[in-house]
């Protein structure tokens, strides 16, 4: 079984509509983070949280929301979605501890399309 | 600000041809970490390699190899041999602490690799 894994791995839906994409680990990882990909920018960090009480604004949180229910799940919500959103959105974890732990472990991504 | 450079959007080569991948970095960090991801057609990153700032040593696993040359601020990628395989974007990240001492991974904007049969 995958040690990340995010739902629904595929969505449309349409403008204003509210949007929530789940993700969840069995890693027993602290970290978890949340990642937007569009073609030709690569992943940019939307949200991240380093424990349960913890969450962090990323690179692009305008129009992002997050909740970090426990350590093992964390998700991304969109309250009002809009056409620009559209992208495939990246869950991530990692170990906690010194900087040699700090590898990423990707879930295999949700394809977002807003109409 | 941290950045990560892949000036090659995309690359082609015929099958058993090798190719080399560059990765040119940003940082204000003395400690850092960089990687390597695959991202093949079916979407999933792949881990390929970590590299922290102060292992300047070449790394080479199967076909293929890592070149990191901090006077460049360099992390480029060779694939030795290439097959239809290998096809997928890649991607270059860094890793450095923000002013805060959290950890964060900035990729680049990653090259896509074609290999021609």
């Known amino acids: 079984d995958a040690d990340v894994t995010q739902t629904p791995r595929n969505r449309i839906t349409k403008t204003g509509k509210r949007i929530m994409l789940e993700c969840s680990q069995t890693?027993?990882?602290?970290?978890m983070y949340w990642y937007r990909q569009d073609p030709g920018l690569g992943l940019r960090l939307i949200y991240y949280s380093f424990d349960v009480k913890d969450i962090n604004k990323g690179e692009i949180s305008d129009g992002y929301s997050v909740s970090r229910q426990a350590q093992a799940k964390f998700s991304l919500s969109l309250e009002s979605a809009i056409p620009n959103q559209t992208a495939l959105y990246f869950c991530?974890?990692?170990?906690?501890?010194?900087?040699?732990?700090?590898?990423?472990?990707f879930g295999p991504g949700t394809r977002l399309t807003v109409l | 600000a941290q950045k990560v450079t892949q000036a090659q959007t995309e690359i082609s080569v015929v099958e058993k041809e090798d190719v080399t991948l560059d990765c040119v970095y940003e940082t204000r960090d003395t400690t850092y970490y960089l990687f390597w991801y695959k991202q093949p057609p079916s979407g999933e990153l792949v881990f390929l390699i970590r590299?922290?700032?102060?292992?300047?040593q070449n790394e080479i696993s199967g076909r293929y190899s890592w070149n990191f040359q901090k006077s460049t601020s360099s992390f480029n990628f060779t694939i030795t041999a290439s097959q239809v395989v290998d096809s997928a974007v890649y991607f270059c990240?860094?890793?450095?602490?923000?002013?805060?001492?959290?950890?964060?991974?900035?990729f680049g904007t990653g090259t896509r690799l074609t290999i021609i049969p």
């Open positions: 990240a860094l890793s450095e602490a923000d002013n805060f001492g959290n950890e964060k991974l900035t």
């Open positions: 991530a974890t990692s170990a906690p501890g010194d900087r040699a732990d700090n590898e990423q472990f």
């Open positions: 890693k027993g990882h602290d970290r």
């Open positions: 590299r922290n700032s102060f292992d300047e």
